[in-house]
């Protein structure tokens, strides 16, 4: 069924590819922060709208998530503007869309938030991660410890929300390659990328995927066809987010 659909971070490396994939069945808005990237979202068959995460209100996110099935959160600052920025984007950013949701009058959207493999405290290392697995997580958190840190944050501000339906997936290395279709999705290993057309065709899965709410969904590269490897990780309905 038709959907109306609102993508957060919307120009976005893997929300564009997203928005190519949801256009031609669904009803897209992209929110976008500057004029300059409006005629590519519309000639993509979606409607631009400008607001900005970090200088736009509560209410005005509320306002144009009225409506809504789904919001799609997939923005971040990319590592651009220091740590400040990184929380003020990855974590200060998403509660305000959290906010914005709870403040929809009549039914809620449903929240697809993209945050990142790994987002954990750092004192509890899960029981299935392997040496390599240990090593790859002790040299990413030392190389990006702000962005791993207020992603933990807005996981957790998250996770504990009950006025709308949110479901987390949390990809591993992102690359540009050309997507396979298939991944490993669920308690896994931590080292293999994964191609953002990937993330962007399970992120499409997930809009159907309602069964998936107060679930948090790892996804690296791998072999298993994605919508198979998708199915079973929600169908055992074991949440990744370990706290
Ligand atoms: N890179 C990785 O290996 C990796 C791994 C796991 C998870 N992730 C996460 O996956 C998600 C998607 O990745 P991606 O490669 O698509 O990221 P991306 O291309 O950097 O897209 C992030 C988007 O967020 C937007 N944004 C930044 N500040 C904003 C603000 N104040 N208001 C509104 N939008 C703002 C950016 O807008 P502008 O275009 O205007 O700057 C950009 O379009 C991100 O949340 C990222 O943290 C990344």
């Not at 971070?9 to 922060?33: F, W």
């Not at 740590?83 to 449903?110: L, M, S, W």
């Not at 709308?164 to 669920?186: D, H, Q, Y």
């Not at 057309?197 to 995927?209: F, H, I, N, P, Q």
């Amino acid at each position: 069924m038709s959907k109306k659909v609102i993508i957060v971070g919307g120009h976005g490396n893997v929300s564009l590819r997203l928005t190519r994939l949801l256009t031609p069945k669904h009803t897209v808005k992209s929110v976008i922060r500057t004029q300059d990237y409006e005629d590519e979202i519309r000639n993509l068959s979606a409607e631009p709208v400008l607001l900005s995460l970090e200088d736009s209100p509560v209410s005005d996110f509320t306002a144009a998530f009225e409506g809504q099935d789904v919001v799609y959160f997939s923005a971040g600052a990319g590592g651009k503007g220091g740590e400040e920025r990184t929380k003020r984007v990855d974590y200060e950013g998403a509660v305000k869309v959290f906010d914005a949701i709870e403040g929809v009058q009549g039914p809620k959207p449903r929240l697809i938030l993209v945050s990142a493999i790994d987002v954990r405290d750092p004192a509890n290392i899960p029981a299935h991660y392997n040496e390599e697995d240990i090593a790859s997580s002790r040299r990413v958190r030392t190389a990006i410890a702000a962005y791993m840190h207020w992603k933990y944050e807005a996981d957790k501000n998250l996770v504990k929300r009950d006025k709308f339906k949110w479901t987390i997936l949390r990809p591993g290395g992102l690359s540009n390659e050309p997507g396979t279709g298939k991944a490993a999705v669920g308690r896994t290993h931590i080292t293999r990328q994964i191609s953002r057309d990937d993330v962007a065709k399970a992120l499409e899965l997930l809009l159907d995927r309602e069964d998936a709410a107060g679930l948090a969904i790892d996804i690296v590269g791998g072999d298993t066809p994605l919508e198979e490897a998708l199915d079973a990780a929600i169908k055992k309905g074991e949440t990744d987010f370990l706290g």
